[in-house]
């Protein structure tokens, strides 16, 4: 059997395979990093919508969004992009149109000066 550098041929070399790791590791953060910014991103423009179309601080806006998913069994940054998307088309599932329903009345009675 030849070797070659102290390694078998056709095995690959620990540095190499560390560094290889290290870029798919990197690749993955990067993805990730790049949709929890788009997810951030999604949420604020739904809190602006949940601004303007109601009359609620920004701190209660969030509480309103955050608690939609909880009750619809979808994810916030879906719930945030059907209210976005609400702005242009003017549809809205109706699971989500009652419970936006439903969360704007509960934080109206508790107006408060924004957190």
Do not use: C, Y
């Not at 790049?34 to 601004?51: K, N, P, T, W, Y």
């Not at 009359?55 to 992009?81: F, M, S």
């Not at 242009?88 to 704007?104: F, S, V």
Request: aromatic fraction near 2%.
């Amino acid at each position: 059997m030849s070797v070659h550098n102290g390694f078998k041929p056709g095995t690959r070399h620990p540095a190499k395979e560390a560094q290889a790791q290290r870029a798919a590791s990197l690749r993955e953060e990067n993805e990730q990093v790049r949709q929890a910014m788009e997810s951030h991103a999604a949420i604020d423009q739904a809190i602006g919508v949940l601004l303007a179309a109601s009359d609620v601080t920004p701190g209660q806006g969030w509480d309103v969004l955050r608690e939609i998913p909880q009750h619809t069994n979808r994810k916030l940054r879906h719930v945030a992009e059907l209210l976005t998307a609400w702005t242009r088309t003017g549809n809205l599932p109706a699971d989500i149109r009652t419970e936006l329903d439903r969360q704007l009345a509960l934080h109206a009675h508790s107006r408060q000066p924004d957190r």
